[in-house]
């Protein structure tokens, strides 16, 4: 019964560790994308955030990452 305990001790241990690190925040950058319009006109580059905020279209559509068809923001 005791090494059951143990086991079970052990595994809860590594699951806890595991969630930890999991939910650590990332320190890396942002990753970087060219921002096309509705006509295929890049517009800017820079991460999803600045493109957010820089949206020049309007709450349908905005920007398109050109690296990335299925990235798209809108206006906030």
Same mark, same amino acid.
Request: glycine share 8%.
């Given at each position: 019964?005791?090494?059951? #305990?143990?086991?079970?001790?052990? !595994?809860?241990?590594?699951?806890?560790?595991?969630? /930890?690190? *999991?939910?650590? +925040?990332?320190?890396?950058?942002?990753?970087?994308?060219?921002? #096309?319009?509705?006509?295929?006109? !890049?517009?800017?580059?820079?991460?999803?955030?600045e /493109?957010? *905020?820089g949206? +020049?279209?309007?709450?349908?559509?905005?920007?398109?990452?050109?690296d990335?068809?299925?990235?798209i923001?809108?206006?906030?």
């Open positions: 019964m005791t090494k059951m #305990k143990f086991a079970f001790a052990a !595994i809860a241990a590594l699951i806890g560790v595991g969630g /930890a690190y *999991a939910s650590k +925040p990332s320190t890396k950058a942002a990753t970087v994308h060219s921002w #096309k319009d509705i006509n295929g006109v !890049i517009q800017m580059i820079g991460s999803t955030a /493109a957010e *905020a949206c +020049p279209g309007n709450d349908v559509f905005c920007l398109r990452a050109a990335s068809p299925s990235l923001v809108k206006q906030l």
